[in-house]
Each structure stands twice: as structure tokens, then as C-alpha cells.
């Protein structure tokens, strides 16, 4: 899709969340113009080094325009300790821009544009994670290594936490959508300058909070992308706080008699798969279809006279309840149920018999108190979290036809054994979307499919076939049926959509020692079943059914 200019974004006044700084602004040109055969022969570093002075967008000061060869491992020495990103290896020689990006009298970004010598004519925005306010600088090295002139931001704030968020509407808009529609905004016309003619197509990849960023594009601005890859989208976002904050609640302190301790949630895991792993027709550890699983915590409870290896009567209360959806005050589902199977990599999050990694959102933006105590979490801060929904972050709308109209397409997937975001709710809003739209998942197939990465954690790793192109962690083969950004590539420029997404498992998940299996892994609603009689390792011993 094509580049828009900042003055466009005047025109989204309507939102009643854009707040007017870019309102009229000019659409100088960015000069001088570099055509590719300049920058393949010769004069690609010259030409970075000028951009830094050619840049005139208003409100964006370019802080640098460097030159980086292939092989660098770039540092971050003023990165926030909390985004653990102190340093990059970069695999592509590249033109590096670091812009400050004003978005009002109080709010703003820091953005990165990463311009590949090895161009495919492509650009891409990454997302962010958690609560944001890290630039993904392994996401901007991974794809520009493929050859997409590249972009990212902080979001708006310095940091994974929330305290910028404190009374500070602006920096919560930049959060929420803002950062990234406008970087995509400035960094498509920055590529243009560059390379001296426009992109050919536009991407999005992310995961997480990245995941929402892509869906909220597609949502309120259709045509920032061509095809866009959500993993694990944080959608429902206000909700899934007031989950996230609700399993607090739940165990109580490690003190609390419905706290369980780590070696018994591997008890609870132990009767997870006692009860449903066979549902896919392999014992093999992995459950392919979390939602058949209907677990039932009563075999675990302790018979009379027996406390090892058994839980009490208010332990399987809370195993009960941790697998059951979160209800509000009027009876409606606020968030599904965690799903079966992530209950091992969860208790180091979630059941810890402390407050949520992620409280910040309800202590800054709804409680706006700092000493906020997750233990009171009350029905009524759940409904206020919902009213309250600045920027409508929540990230809730099921109507998509203004992006499929566009030629947009929307390759979503999630992992069945995630720890932090459940992947129930991905198939929650998949079913809203057909809902909303009128339109069979047959019908949705057109220009949007959802996939369920079995044995997969939170955007990667997991004892499944997690490896699919998803990240530079996440790299597998380059084939567009093993990586799903070259599949969101090959649906958007060839036509081809796909049918399942292949990932791998390697042997302790380095690939140099071999791929212990394959699996294809299947496009919502059907559902991954084991033949019963061929190697389980290879995916053709596999079928995706209804």
C-alpha cells in the first residue's frame, strides 16, 4: 500500500485520538533522491551519511544517519536496563537512522529506521512488547538481514514499565496506536528518499503487545499494510489485565492456603496430560488442541490421610478457577480461561504468590495510583479498566472489511502452551471477527487465517515445532511453507495463501544438530490428529481435521 504523507493524518481527526500536532504539516521532499543503481555501486555509504542532512519532516530531528557493514555487533549503551537489549549483531549492510519523533506538546518517540543495501524494494514495521517502550532492534536486524527497509519505535516511553503512563493521555495514545502508525508514516517516506522510488509492498511483524499493534493497523489504519503477522496478539488488552492481575487473587500470597508451590503445579501437569494429551491420538507431551481439553483438578485431590503429591480442597478450588474465564460484574466473560498445558512455564509468571510483572497498566493508567495494590482488584476496577479504555486500546473491533477492501492480508498465529496471553482468546476473536462480518471461516480465508502453533510458549520456544520464521529466535528454513513472514510475502505478492504453517523442532533447538521433527501445523478451526500408524516426527503422519 502506498506511502501517505503527515498531512494525512489530519484527516483521522474523526478518531477523536489523533491530537492535531501533524495537522497541516508539509510533505517536504526528502533530498536528494538516491536510485538503486547508485546505491548498489559504490555509493551506498556516502549516500547514509547525507540523509541525516536531507531529512525535513516536520516534527522529526534526525539524531544520526550511520553507515553499518554486515557482521556489526551494534550497542545500546542508553537503552533502559529493563529492555534487555544491550546489544545487536547485525547481519546486512545497512544505512542506520535514529529520529526523535514529536507527536505533542507532551508526547513523543524515538524511532529507528534500518535501510538494507540488499533491498527488496519491501518495508516493514515491527511491533513492541509487554508494555512497550523498547525498540525491537533483533526484530529491525532479522528483517533487514531479508532485505525490508525497516522500522521501529519505543512507543512512546523509555522502558517496560508504566510509569510514564501516569496521568499522561498522550503518552498512553502513543502507546496505544500512535507511535506506530506515525513511524510507519515517516519511515515509508524516509525509504523513499533513500532508495529514489517508492516500496513495492508494505509488512507488518509482531508478537505480544506487538501482536495488538498489528491488529489495531488493520483496525483503524488499512492501508499502513499489505499483509500483516500477529502473533500472540494482546487484543482485548484492557481485559487481559485485569486477568493478568486477577491469579493473584486466585493463589493469594505463598503463605495462603490456596497457594500451590511449584512442584505441584508439575502434579497439575502431570494430570493435564494424563486427561488430554491422547485427545490428538499421540501421547507425546503436546497438546494440539488446548479448547477439547476439559480439565477436571477433583482426581488430584488428596485422599484421607495423604499429603504428598496431592492437593487440599482449597488447592483444587484454585487449579479449578485458574482454568475457568474471568466473569465481570454483570456475568459477561471479561477473558477466557488459561489453557491446559502452560501450566509449567506460568507459575514462574502468574502463580507465583506474588503480584502480576505486569500490574503497571492498572497502577498508571486506571488506578492512577502508584502504591496500588493488586490484592484489591474488585469487579468494579474491572468494569472501570473496560470504560476507562484510552485510546481504545482494548483493540476489540471485529469489523475488518475496511482492510480487506484494500487488498490487505492478515496471517495470525499463537502459541497452545502460552504462559502469559492466552490462546484461547485468539480463537475468541477470530470468532468475533466471522461474527461480526458475517462471514464463514471460508469466507474469511479471503484475506485473513489464524493458526494454532502446538507445543509453543509465549511468541517461541516450547517442546512443540515452534520454529517458524517468526523472529531471529524463531528461524527455521527460508522457504515461504517454513517461515511465516516469507508466507505473509508469497500470499500478498503471489497469491498463495496458506494452507498450514510448517515448523520444526530441533534437537535442543539448535538447528546444527538436526531437526527432531516437523509438523504442519493447522489453520483455525480444524484441528491437528495423528494418523495412528506413521513416524509421528514426520508431518505427513499428521492431518488437519474438523
Same mark, same amino acid.
Given at each position: 500500500m502506498g506511502v501517505p504523507t503527515l498531512s494525512t493524518l489530519s484527516t483521522l481527526s474523526t478518531l477523536s485520538?489523533?491530537?492535531?500536532?501533524?495537522?497541516? %504539516?508539509?510533505?517536504?521532499?526528502?533530498?536528494?533522491?538516491? =536510485?538503486?543503481?547508485?546505491?548498489?555501486?559504490?555509493?551506498?555509504?556516502?549516500s547514509?551519511? %547525507?540523509?541525516?542532512?536531507?531529512?525535513?519532516?516536520?516534527?522529526?530531528?534526525v539524531n544520526f544517519a550511520d553507515f553499518v557493514s554486515s557482521g556489526t555487533n551494534l550497542t545500546f549503551p542508553n537503552s533502559d536496563p529493563s529492555c534487555t537489549r544491550p546489544f545487536q549483531v547485525v547481519s546486512a549492510d545497512l544505512c542506520r537512522v535514529n529520529m526523535n519523533v514529536l507527536t505533542s506538546n507532551s508526547s513523543g518517540f524515538v524511532m529507528e529506521a534500518w535501510l538494507p543495501k540488499n533491498w527488496t524494494g519491501r518495508f516493514l514495521s515491527t511491533g513492541n512488547g509487554g508494555l512497550g517502550g523498547c525498540v525491537q532492534y533483533e526484530d529491525m536486524a532479522y528483517t533487514a538481514q531479508q532485505g525490508f527497509a525497516v522500522v521501529g519505535t519505543d512507543n512512546g516511553h523509555t522502558g517496560n514499565g508504566g510509569k510514564a503512563f501516569l496521568n499522561s493521555p498522550e503518552v498512553v495514545a502513543d502507546f496505544a496506536f500512535r507511535a506506530t502508525h506515525t513511524g510507519v508514516v515517516v519511515g515509508k517516506q524516509i525509504s523513499k528518499s533513500f532508495y529514489g522510488s517508492e516500496h513495492k509492498k508494505s509488512y507488518y511483524l509482531g508478537c505480544s503487545t506487538g501482536g495488538r499493534q498489528g491488529f489495531k493497523s488493520a483496525q483503524d489504519f488499512p492501508n499502513d499494510f499489505d499483509g500483516v503477522v500477529v502473533g500472540a496478539p494482546a487484543v482485548a488488552f484492557n481485559s487481559l489485565n485485569s486477568w493478568a492481575n486477577h491469579f493473584y487473587i486466585l493463589t493469594g500470597k505463598n503463605t495462603s492456603e490456596n497457594f500451590l508451590p511449584a512442584p505441584?503445579?508439575?502434579?497439575?501437569?502431570?494430570?493435564?496430560l494424563?486427561?488430554?494429551?491422547?485427545?490428538?491420538?499421540?501421547?507425546?507431551?503436546?497438546?494440539?488442541?488446548?479448547?477439547?481439553?476439559?480439565?477436571?483438578?477433583?482426581?488430584?485431590?488428596c485422599a484421607p490421610g495423604v499429603t504428598d503429591g496431592c492437593l487440599t480442597g482449597a488447592q483444587v478450588n484454585t487449579v479449578t478457577q485458574v482454568f475457568t474465564g474471568l466473569f465481570g460484574?454483570?456475568?459477561?466473560?471479561?477473558?477466557?480461561?488459561?489453557?491446559?498445558?502452560?501450566?509449567?512455564? %506460568?507459575?514462574?509468571?502468574?502463580?507465583?504468590?506474588l503480584p502480576s510483572p505486569f500490574a503497571?497498566?492498572?497502577?498508571?493508567?486506571?488506578?492512577?495510583?502508584?502504591?496500588? =495494590?493488586?490484592?484489591?482488584?474488585?469487579p468494579a476496577d474491572i468494569t472501570l %479498566?473496560?470504560?476507562?479504555?484510552p485510546s481504545n486500546i482494548e483493540t476489540w473491533k471485529g469489523d475488518l472489511s475496511e482492510f480487506q477492501a484494500a487488498g490487505g492480508k492478515l496471517l495470525h498465529w499463537h502459541g497452545m502452551q502460552d504462559p502469559i496471553i492466552s490462546s484461547d482468546n485468539s480463537a475468541r476473536y477470530y470468532d468475533f471477527v466471522s461474527q461480526t462480518m458475517g462471514k464463514s471461516p471460508a469466507e474469511l480465508d479471503e484475506f485473513y487465517r489464524y493458526f494454532r502453533i502446538s507445543g509453543t510458549g509465549h511468541c517461541s520456544s516450547g517442546p512443540g515445532a515452534w520454529k517458524i520464521g517468526q523472529s531471529i529466535l524463531g528461524s527455521s528454513e527460508q522457504t515461504s511453507q517454513d517461515n511465516i513472514l516469507m508466507r505473509i510475502v508469497d500470499w500478498v505478492e503471489n497469491g498463495a495463501a496458506p494452507e498450514t504453517v510448517r515448523g520444526h523442532k530441533y534437537v535442543n533447538d539448535t538447528a546444527s544438530l538436526g531437526t527432531q521433527f516437523v509438523r504442519n501445523h493447522c489453520r483455525y478451526p480444524t484441528r491437528n490428529v495423528y494418523d495412528g500408524q506413521g513416524d509421528p516426527n514426520l508431518e505427513t503422519s499428521w492431518a488437519c481435521t474438523n
Open positions: 485520538i489523533i491530537f492535531g500536532v501533524f495537522n497541516g %504539516a508539509s510533505t517536504a521532499a526528502l533530498v536528494p533522491r538516491w =536510485d538503486q543503481g547508485n546505491l548498489t555501486n559504490g555509493n551506498f555509504n556516502a547514509c551519511a %547525507a540523509l541525516a542532512k536531507s531529512i525535513s519532516i516536520e516534527n522529526v530531528t505441584l503445579w508439575t502434579t497439575v501437569n502431570t494430570e493435564i494424563n486427561q488430554c494429551d491422547s485427545l490428538d491420538g499421540l501421547k507425546d507431551g503436546i497438546i494440539e488442541d488446548p479448547s477439547l481439553c476439559n480439565f477436571d483438578a477433583k482426581p488430584l485431590l460484574e454483570d456475568g459477561s466473560l471479561i477473558y477466557p480461561r488459561m489453557q491446559p498445558g502452560s501450566e509449567l512455564q %506460568a507459575v514462574r509468571l502468574y502463580y507465583t504468590g503497571d497498566w492498572y497502577r498508571y493508567s486506571v488506578k492512577k495510583d502508584p502504591n496500588w =495494590d493488586p490484592a484489591t482488584l474488585t %479498566a473496560l470504560q476507562q479504555n
